[in-house]
RNA sequence: GGGAGCAUAGCUCAGUUGGUUUAGAGCAUCUGCCUUACAAGCAGAGGGUCCGCGGUUCGAACCCGUGUGCUCCCA
């Protein structure tokens, strides 16, 4: 069979994949092996893949794939979130292009829409994990508006609501006056505006004036209080005196506190709790009096008592003049700010304060606390228990009510008295609001179910259990064996609004923790460090790169730049070095390869001289695999990569190959064939939970396989030995140093030399002599007992190694050298010296570490030792 | 304003309870090589005030204090 020169990725991904899917690998059911559970962070069904996906569930398909061949039953499953804001602001871009309005639907015409377009173009991005690789039970796809889902999260709320954590509660929130809507925070557009600050004088109460400073006069009439800075010495003396509003004369406190800002304005801040956030606040710690001087469509309201039924930009206008008349203008400056428009209509937002559901937070979160800071859930990397705990002791009540269709609409009832009912259905509702209510005449007509829809996080916090449906189904066969799930891999950034919540509801609903590990993942960044986002678009097109470089190329191009637990800064170069990796593999196949066609099992030379590469290897390979288990259970991937990465490139390709290579077109036999093989392999087995396609292929084509890698369960390391290892370690060391020599004397690679050996074991040697000349390019190799004079001289710890050239030598060059090197050990020694003749370190240091240190002085001592004979006999 | 994290080679990072040779890796750089698996490669090399200052210690990249810079989260 012909191999083509470079690996080309394509192709061989989509077989694969296919395959896979074929034989039903990913696919799970409960058995008697142990359960490795992962469920996906579930993206918004309007998602399309990002680099953030990328990395994420490349990590996530990494712990599944190696969990499947460690013999554990995987099952990791996939699935989206409804994510009611992005897809609602989907649906309703969609009808405007037909030219449908949002309003001119009932709600139900509208998710006729939304379902429509979520079957259409929902859940792209399952598609393209496929093309990454990810081994997810696709049988198991889930979604958190699926029937019994959507039941789940209406009884958590009913039962939440029946326990006392849910209620209802004032807020301010963005309202669009066009739209006559509640806004979220994500559908405000923030932009900078050139506005006017008006400096506007209030009369005192004992006389004079105070002056304030605000872009939005028209709120003035809403003001409840003037608030200054308790250290600001200007204001000390007004403290708790009374002040006027203009034109209205309400009269209203002065109170210090220390929320304002010295060097803002005039230092005197109005509060106008209504109509805006920290004024609430403020409102709130000073009960001050809420008076809501706007209507729902930006009018001014009768509370306002003055331009009753104008536009609130129409009064500022005039506000301006009326004050100026009264003499109330001090000066108008201009003024840079930032102010919210509507996504939608682009109108400017106002705060303002509505009735909203909310979790009460502090009772049911303390389990949740506990669980994590006694590691009951262990965090990867742990600096995230901090952070958590942080936000746990300062849990706040979390408002779960959304002004939108597209989700679990809250199941509350209300009569036109403003009575209302929790409960599963209306006819529940209706029954408890005859009793509340005492009137038995209601009927279902009478009473109107909230029109608002629950925040997404409020069905996804059941994901971990929910998607095995264990509270639609509870204590099923499935849910008892999938949970508590393995391992939830994870971004920082929602280590709240999601991670938290769900550990608060897996104890509350099942009583048992949602899952044993968390990692969490870096956030991947561009090569200038700025977060990856879409308004930026620095985020570029992962399919494209999959095209490009190949999926396992773009798997380890993100995870060998991603560390624990640290930020990535995603560069292209590194997919690249991704895709050299695949064509380093290959390249190495193609080495086997050819040698299948020199089998010959008369060849027993080449036996003689790989049995020593032989040997090594094997032991290597057993020691770096234990390190990748250690590094693996520490979930330190970016490390257990780059170790398997360098096992491959630098033990295997650049020295095992090497050393077990027959000669130019001389036979190979079949042991070190079929031990090459078999050590390839293992290297398969190792790399392909981190690139599972070039892995698999590779795997077929080096034998007749009667299982595909995917279901293969993993050698388990044997325990290394030391000898071997640093017999080999000391031939690469010999290499290297002679190798460098050769270097730096101008030798050429093809200029043959002879080396000569003096060595107090000179047995030591005879086994890896063939390799040694190999390697060096040496015709012979001799031992000896005295320093061979016009040779160059290199030192080992004890040896010593004379190169013969048929060349002239720069002994000039050399000698600068190895005067160079003398004055390097001069001064090594005498920090050893120093540390020893120091009377304290001998007294109080280890015992070991003071033999350590001697050794030292004696390795140095002798290497001097060994320059300055070398210098003697080049003089 | 409150909180958290980070700072080690040009870049991205390792560096275990303080002592294993005056600090390690990958990438990038430089030098020499188209050597029959691989130039998407081979062989080799150079490169560091471990952010500044102070302290604890016989001994600090590591522990403590302080300053500076950057990043993130919450409001």
Redesign the pocket.
């Known amino acids: 069979m012909e191999l083509s020169?470079?690996?080309i990725p394509t192709e061989i991904e989509a077989k694969w994949y296919q395959h896979w899917i074929d034989r039903q690998y990913f696919s799970s059911k409960p058995d008697e092996r142990e359960a490795y559970t992962v469920v996906i962070p579930p993206p918004n069904v309007t998602g399309v893949l990002h680099m953030g996906h990328c990395l994420n569930n490349t990590i996530q398909d990494i712990l599944v794939r190696r969990a499947r061949m460690q013999g554990k039953n995987a099952c990791w499953v996939p699935g989206t979130d409804h994510a009611s804001i992005a897809t609602e602001a989907k649906v309703v871009g969609m009808l405007r292009e037909k030219g449908i309005a949002k309003s001119s639907l009932s709600r139900s015409e509208f998710l006729d829409y939304a379902w429509e377009w979520k079957e259409k173009y929902g859940g792209i991005i399952l598609q393209q994990l496929r093309k990454m690789g990810c081994s997810l039970d696709w049988d198991r796809t889930s979604f958190t508006m699926n029937p019994d889902y959507y039941a789940s999260v209406i009884q958590v709320f009913v039962d939440l609501y029946q326990k006392g954590y849910i209620y209802r509660g004032k807020r301010m929130i963005n309202w669009d006056v066009k739209a006559k809507t509640a806004l979220s925070d994500e559908e405000v557009i923030y932009k900078v505006v050139q506005s006017k600050l008006y400096h506007v004088k209030y009369k005192l109460e004992n006389g004079g004036f105070i002056t304030i400073a605000t872009v939005r006069p028209e709120t003035i009439l809403g003001d409840a209080a003037i608030c200054v800075n308790p250290a600001d010495e200007r204001y000390k003396s007004l403290h708790g005196q009374y002040a006027f509003v203009p034109l209205i004369n309400r009269k209203i406190k002065i109170i210090p506190d220390e929320y304002v800002?010295l060097d803002f304005g005039t230092g005197a801040l109005k509060v106008t709790p209504a109509h805006d956030?920290?004024d609430y606040?403020l409102g709130q710690k000073y009960q001050l009096e809420i008076i809501d001087t706007m209507n729902d469509d930006g009018t001014m309201s009768e509370a306002a008592q003055l331009y009753i039924g104008m536009d609130r930009f129409a009064v500022r206008k005039k506000i301006v003049e009326d004050l100026e008349t009264a003499g109330h203008i001090e000066k108008i400056e201009e003024y840079t700010n930032q102010v919210g428009f509507s996504e939608r209509t682009d109108v400017v937002v106002e705060p303002r304060l509505s009735l909203q559901w909310w979790v009460s937070m502090k009772e049911l979160s303390a389990p949740a606390l506990s669980a994590v800071m006694e590691d009951e859930i262990h965090f990867h990397p742990t600096?995230?228990k901090?952070?958590y705990r942080?936000?746990m002791e300062n849990v706040?009540d979390w408002c779960i009510s959304r002004q939108l269709w597209w989700g679990h609409r809250i199941p509350a009832w209300y009569t036109k008295d403003g009575a209302f009912a929790v409960a599963k259905t209306a006819e529940e509702a209706l029954d408890q609001l005859k009793k509340s209510t005492g009137n038995t005449a209601l009927t279902l007509s009478d009473i109107h179910q909230d029109d608002d829809c629950l925040d997404t996080w409020f069905s996804s916090w059941l994901w971990p259990f929910e998607v095995f449906k264990g509270l639609s189904d509870p204590d099923n066969k499935e849910v008892s064996y999938y949970y508590p799930t393995s391992t939830l891999v994870t971004a920082?950034?929602i280590i709240?609004?999601w991670v938290a919540r769900m550990i608060i509801a897996g104890y509350e609903y099942k009583g048992l923790k949602p899952f044993k590990d968390v990692y969490f993942t870096?956030?991947v960044r561009d090569k200038l460090?700025?977060?990856m986002s879409k308004s930026l678009g620095n985020s570029p097109d992962l399919l494209a790169l999959i095209d490009q470089y190949g999926a396992d190329a773009v798997r380890f191009g993100i995870l060998?730049?991603s560390?624990?637990?640290?930020?990535?800064?995603f560069?292209e170069?590194?997919l690249?070095?991704g895709?050299?990796f695949?064509?380093?593999l290959w390249?190495?196949l193609?080495?086997v390869k050819?040698w299948e066609g020199r089998l010959d099992n008369a060849a027993t030379n080449d036996a003689a001289d790989a049995e020593f590469a032989i040997n090594w290897f094997e032991n290597r390979l057993n020691q770096v695999s234990t390190e990748v288990e250690e590094l693996m259970t520490q979930f330190?991937l970016?490390?257990a990569l780059?170790t398997i990465?360098?096992l491959i490139?630098?033990d295997f390709?650049?020295?095992y190959?090497?050393w077990a290579?027959p000669g130019?077109?001389q036979p190979v036999s079949p042991m070190v064939l079929n031990k090459t093989i078999s050590f390839f392999e293992r290297l398969m087995e190792l790399l392909h939970p981190f690139m599972p396609f070039i892995t698999e292929e590779i795997f077929h084509l080096l034998k007749p396989q009667t299982e595909d890698l995917t279901v293969k369960l993993q050698h388990k390391a044997a325990k290394a030995d030391e000898n071997i290892l640093a017999s080999g370690a000391l031939l690469k060391e010999v290499?290297?140093?002679l190798?460098?020599a050769?270097?730096?004397n101008q030798l050429?690679?093809?200029d043959p030399v002879s080396l000569y050996i003096m060595a107090e074991d000179n047995k030591g040697y005879q086994s890896i002599s063939p390799i040694l000349m190999k390697q060096v390019n040496a015709n012979k190799v001799s031992y000896t007992a005295e320093a061979i004079p016009n040779t160059i001289v290199i030192n080992m710890?004890k040896d010593k190694f004379f190169i013969e050239a048929a060349q002239q030598l720069d002994t000039d060059a050399i000698k600068e050298r190895l005067l160079k090197d003398l004055?390097?050990?001069?001064?090594?020694l005498a920090?050893?010296i120093k540390?020893l003749s120091?009377e304290?370190?001998v007294?109080?240091?280890?015992p070991?570490?003071i033999a350590?240190e001697r050794?030292?002085q004696a390795?140095?001592e002798a290497r001097m030792k060994t320059i300055e004979e070398s210098l003697k006999s080049l003089a």
């Open positions: 020169k470079n690996y800002a956030m920290n606040q600096k995230f901090n952070l942080h936000w706040k920082p950034e709240f609004f870096g956030i460090g700025r977060k060998i730049a560390p624990a637990g640290n930020d990535i800064l560069d170069s590194s690249e070095q895709r050299n695949n064509n380093k390249n190495a193609k080495l050819m330190k970016s490390e780059k990465y360098s490139w630098d390709c650049s020295w190959l090497e290579k130019f077109e290499i290297t140093k190798r460098d050769r270097n730096k050429k690679p093809k710890e004055a390097y050990e001069q001064n090594f920090s050893v540390k120091n304290k370190f007294q109080n240091a280890k070991e570490i350590l050794k030292k390795d140095a």
